[in-house]
């Protein structure tokens, strides 16, 4: 027998190892959002911008657009298990229903369809509904009152044709939860929001004309404080294609919101990028002037694309709206960023991924990526890591082990899947629900949490089936002093998914 193979394939398969423990604990990584949820189902999920933290961003739904600046934790809007994009011709219609039930009275059903309407459109549309108490009996509504605490619903069309794309959408938040707050009495949010967006693209001779147009209406309320507000966004874009790889942009963007407390507060922001992009090639550059109010700079991407890696130097110029002690603050924020995206694929099946980057301007992060795969066996693991001079965080680690093995002659695959998370803070401010900010200052801010997840279920064509057990170590954990402590918590999901 010649072992010369075998001991060459175990030496490249050492060496794949060797690169990929090298890049994962040396080089640094960053990506704009973070998402944390210190509650139970996530009814106070924070999401963050790492540009710009501790304020929460902007984000997108299809067309529709949140405004960051409502106060809100915006997770609380996010409906898991979105429609897919496209139906292929053989399935015109795609219905599901997604069922939660668990402890402490927790129901949640999520109800949707995609289906093909006409040529070359698709109607798409989920509803979401939750009935939660919680561990106090103080995150549902009022003694007396009944009703879910949480109700989301999105309506979106999409068409595709050689003349126009088009992509219209609209949405409908209502929530009467109370707060997860240390007390432990009933402490009041409330919210009604609607949500309008189109987006439509029209191909030109030798280019493109790109519109959008948003808004958010509705009202508020967190303890005895209240507002009525509104946004706007208006973006629009042109691009010039002078041959194959070479066009010219402009890009504007707009977004006004406004409030209204018994006095009227209205504030705006406006961007303009003119430039020129590179699109085609083994790089990919775009080179751009920017201009807001107050600032004026370079706005740049290069890009270089290889097989197994991409390179990638950033600089970019946001202009934010934020709530700060209440009151609407505009805000040009510098980012400058330098990432890796990789991909190894070594013997017996083994692929690693990973993205690298780091920023050191104005909230200095880094973040650290890797997903291996192996047969039915998949690993990730994340770690951000922040500036704890400017933050209240220093340090999210999570990693995730799932094993999903295929059973000979078998349609359904059953999976066992742990989820860990560490939290630390080191800043001068905690999370606090009951502030428009979501964060008081606080000087003895240090706390570390450890969090232990198990999920286990199976999975046959459009079924799914599984329990998860949140904190299935039932430690007492707490994310800020001004926090309900998070005992363990079992809930059952349901997925059924319908083709006809």
Not at 156 to 171: A, F, V, W
Not at 239 to 262: A, E, P
Not at 352 to 376: C, K, R, W, Y
Not at 408 to 426: M, V
Request: contains cysteine; glycine residues 8%.
């Amino acid at each position: 027998m010649d072992y010369r193979g075998g001991l060459l394939g175990l030496r490249q398969a050492v060496r794949s190892w060797e690169i990929l423990v090298a890049l994962f604990f040396s080089l640094l990584s960053a990506q704009d959002l973070v998402y944390l949820t210190p509650d139970y189902s996530g009814q106070s999920k924070i999401i963050f911008d790492f540009e710009n933290t501790p304020y929460s961003p902007d984000l997108s739904i299809g067309p529709i657009r949140l405004d960051g600046a409502i106060g809100f934790p915006l997770g609380s809007y996010l409906i898991p298990h979105y429609p897919v994009e496209s139906l292929p011709d053989s399935i015109p219609l795609q219905t599901y229903f997604d069922y939660h039930q668990g402890d402490y009275s927790y129901r949640d059903l999520t109800i949707g369809f995609h289906s093909l309407a006409g040529r070359n459109g698709v109607l798409q549309f989920q509803g979401s509904a939750r009935s939660f108490q919680g561990a106090y009996n103080n995150l549902g509504p009022a003694l007396g009152d009944r009703g879910n605490v949480l109700q989301n619903y999105i309506l979106q069309y999409k068409s595709d044709s050689t003349r126009i794309e088009l992509n219209l959408g609209m949405g409908y938040h209502r929530e009467k939860t109370g707060l997860p707050v240390a007390s432990g009495i009933y402490t009041p949010r409330y919210a009604e929001s609607f949500q309008f967006g189109g987006n439509s693209t029209i191909p030109l001779k030798n280019g493109e004309l790109e519109f959008a147009l948003a808004t958010q209406i509705g009202r508020y309320k967190l303890n005895d404080s209240h507002f009525e507000g509104g946004t706007i966004w208006i973006d629009s874009r042109y691009r010039h294609q002078f041959n194959r790889q070479y066009s010219l942009f402009l890009d504007i963007g707009r977004k006004r919101s406004s409030r209204t407390t018994g006095v009227s507060d209205a504030i705006e922001s406006e961007k303009l990028i003119l430039g020129l992009e590179r699109v085609r090639g083994p790089w990919e550059a775009k080179l751009g002037i920017a201009v807001t109010e107050d600032e004026t700079g370079l706005d740049a991407q290069l890009t270089l694309r290889r097989d197994s890696w991409t390179l990638s130097a950033v600089q970019k110029l946001k202009n934010c709206i934020y709530l700060v002690d209440s009151t609407l603050t505009v805000n040009s924020i510098w980012n400058r960023q330098l990432g890796l995206t990789w991909k190894i694929s070594a013997l017996n099946g083994l692929t690693a991924l990973g993205e690298i980057s780091g920023s050191n301007v104005n909230t200095p992060f880094v973040h650290q990526m890797l997903t291996l795969n192996f047969v039915d066996i998949q690993l990730m693991m994340d770690a951000w890591g922040f500036d704890t001079d400017n933050l209240y965080l220093e340090w999210i680690y999570e990693s995730r082990l799932r094993w999903q093995p295929r059973i000979p002659g078998k349609r359904y695959r059953p999976f066992i899947q742990l989820y860990w998370q560490q939290y630390q803070t080191s800043g001068t401010s905690q999370i606090d629900l009951t502030s428009w900010t979501g964060f008081r200052d606080d000087a003895n801010a240090s706390l570390s949490v450890e969090r232990l997840d198990l999920e286990l279920g199976f999975d046959v064509h459009n079924f799914r089936f599984n329990y998860r057990f949140s904190n299935v170590l039932d430690q007492e954990i707490t994310y800020s002093p001004h926090l309900q402590s998070i005992q363990r918590f079992i809930y059952f999901e349901v997925l059924w998914i319908f083709d006809d």
